[in-house]
């Protein structure tokens, strides 16, 4: 058998499994829409969209998975699948820091796929209002990063927003200078977000040492002053470079390169289990010695985990302060319970932000 003939034969057997795939991609769609006509038969503002339903599903989708493809690859393309099934029930309006081209729209879709409706806002604050007054179902935020720290705006957000921590997204976080084809020499002045320049601080002072570093709103802003301007570059990802016309003159520029951003996904109703959660608190505790060692207490009598801590001022009076936790567990397992419910009788300000599913891509 040629060649020829070989590569035909596996082009037949390929399109047979396309059309396999294609009519059950149809049959995963109308029980779909089959799931809300039940759902809108006993609750007209019924919720379409749970995290911890989905969250099971690509654990699922990546604990079966045989190959060749890797995990997270499989349980990608099992995202958009969900995602496109999801807008046929009823299109998510997701709200998060813009403009587009930033890090936080590419997070937005990690996590819900590319069929919901994106919507981008100018600042953290804009998203928690846009969620709050019903504008959108849900929103994205950065809350932190492996080597710059915690998003401050966050976390202040929520001292007095009612929201719900709904779910998290990690995405790895790749650095590049953009600009018009220019040789680096020729580059006087670097825009990007003040977080990006500090993760990218040794590759300019080895390679740009006497560049101007502006600070602005984002790394898209950056994209889009660098496309204006003569003679600039910005540091911002791959999506920017598109969004804007820009060449990539130098890629990975970050100084980590496990350069990991947290966010999280804000909305109006609480997340059930799904087997491997977290739950984040907000507390007070007097200040007075061993005020805090007693306040945690409760966490290690019960053999639950801490996974991070901070703490900020809660606005209310000089050297008072609020600290933020996050625990591994879903407030509804039995320990967990148990452990907050002490908690909560030991804080002088309690509110738990929620119980949410850990991240799966």
């Not at 496109?84 to 819900?112: D, I, M, N, S």
């Amino acid at each position: 058998m040629s060649e020829e003939e070989q590569l035909g034969e596996i082009r037949q057997r390929i399109d047979a499994i396309d059309e396999q795939i294609q009519t059950l991609l149809n049959r995963r769609a109308e029980a779909a829409m089959e799931v809300a006509r039940i759902k809108l038969a006993s609750d007209p503002n019924a919720v379409f969209y749970r995290p911890e339903r989905e969250a099971q599903v690509l654990r699922m989708v990546k604990a079966r998975n045989q190959g060749p493809l890797p995990d997270e690859e499989v349980a990608r393309l099992f995202r958009e699948i969900m995602s496109a099934c999801l807008a046929l029930e009823r299109p998510l309006q997701v709200a998060y820091l813009g403009p587009e081209g930033t890090f936080t729209q590419a997070a937005a879709l990690k996590h819900f796929g590319h069929s919901v409706r994106t919507q981008p806002l100018s600042s953290i604050s804009d998203v928690f209002q846009e969620v709050e007054s019903d504008k959108a179902d849900y929103g994205v935020v950065p809350v932190e990063n492996s080597s710059e720290g915690v998003v401050n705006h966050t976390l202040d957000m929520f001292i007095s927003s009612s929201l719900q921590i709904c779910g998290e997204v990690s995405l790895r976080i790749h650095q590049n200078l953009l600009g018009k084809a220019q040789p680096l020499e020729e580059i006087r002045t670097v825009f990007s977000h003040q977080q990006s320049l500090a993760q990218c601080r040794n590759w300019l002072d080895r390679h740009l040492p006497y560049v101007e570093r502006v600070a602005v709103g984002s790394n898209a802003e950056a994209a889009r002053l660098a496309a204006e301007t003569p003679h600039a570059a910005a540091i911002a990802g791959e999506a920017a470079a598109e969004l804007y016309d820009l060449d990539i003159l130098a890629c990975h520029i970050e100084d980590e390169p496990d350069n990991t951003t947290r966010f999280l996904v804000i909305g109006r109703h609480a997340s059930g289990p799904s087997g491997d959660d977290k739950t984040s608190l907000m507390v007070t505790t007097r200040n007075e010695a061993g005020g805090l060692y007693r306040l945690l207490a409760p966490l290690a009598h019960h053999g639950v985990s801490m996974t991070r801590i901070e703490s900020r001022p809660s606005r209310r009076g000089n050297w008072d302060y609020v600290f933020f936790i996050d625990l591994l567990g879903h407030r509804e397992e039995p320990e967990v319970s148990k452990a907050l419910e002490e908690l909560r009788g030991l804080a002088g300000m309690y509110k738990e932000l929620g119980s949410y599913p850990r991240a799966v891509l």
